[in-house]
């Protein structure tokens, strides 16, 4: 239950493109989901991140769309470009926790 | 901007061996993290704490320990190295307030012999 589960593992688009990443949990007490960048050789850090008052939140080219009744989110970026290269990770947490549980990664490859 | 510094990048140790990575923070953050990153498995926490002394157990603590003598540093402490704990360790923190973005260190690849 504490599980969350990414998809698809890699993706590769063409620049211009629509890259769409998604989620999905079981945990119903989650209210957090951020969503974390990765590029080689550095840490994650924090793209975007939502709560589940709001269904959509966006921020430039990243949009976080939520689906409460369905337990899922998703991570779109439009106009990829090959600056966007990299892992995404989503991941879940509840108020009365202070861990964040992470989806898989999925790999991101925008080709010129 | 917070800066979170793992002492080595790259570091390479025998089976047995005790072995220290190091993560400093200089955001005065209440609360410290350490993960290891497997492909195809993400991220998953080994020990968290929440200020100076106290620490929890994350989803996989065995085969280690962690020890936060000051609360800008959080230490974790593989007792006896073994071979599949050679993997990317990395060191977050985070103010205390819930819900706050954690801030990683760029890692450090931990290589058993």
């Known amino acids: 239950q504490q599980q969350v589960k990414q998809s698809p593992q890699s993706l590769i688009v063409q620049k211009g493109g629509i890259s769409i990443i998604n989620c999905a949990y079981e945990?119903?007490?989650?209210?957090?989901f951020p969503w974390y960048q990765q590029f080689p050789g550095k840490g994650p850090a924090l793209l975007i991140a939502i709560r589940p008052d709001v269904s959509e939140k966006k921020e430039g080219r990243f949009t976080i769309s939520f689906n409460k009744s369905a337990k899922q989110f998703s991570l779109h970026i439009m106009d990829s470009q090959p600056g966007d290269s990299a892992t995404y990770f989503c991941a879940a947490s509840s108020d009365n926790t202070d861990k964040l549980i992470f989806g898989t990664g999925t790999r991101l490859q925008v080709f010129p | 901007d917070v800066k979170v510094t793992q002492s080595s990048r790259y570091l390479v140790k025998r089976t047995g061996e005790k072995v220290f990575l190091e993560c400093v923070q200089d955001?005065?953050?209440?609360?410290m993290f350490w993960y290891r990153q497997d492909p195809g498995l993400g991220l998953r926490l080994i020990y968290f704490?929440?200020?100076?002394?106290?620490?929890e157990k994350g989803d996989i603590p065995e085969g280690y320990s962690v020890s936060r003598e000051k609360k800008e540093r959080f230490s974790l402490i593989l007792e006896s190295a073994s071979t599949n704990q050679t993997s990317m360790y990395l060191c977050a923190s985070r103010p205390g307030q819930l819900n706050q973005p954690q801030h990683f260190g760029d890692g450090t690849r931990l290589s058993i012999l």
């Open positions: 704490s929440y200020d100076v002394k106290m620490k």
């Open positions: 945990n119903t007490a989650f209210d957090y």
């Open positions: 955001m005065d953050h209440e609360n």
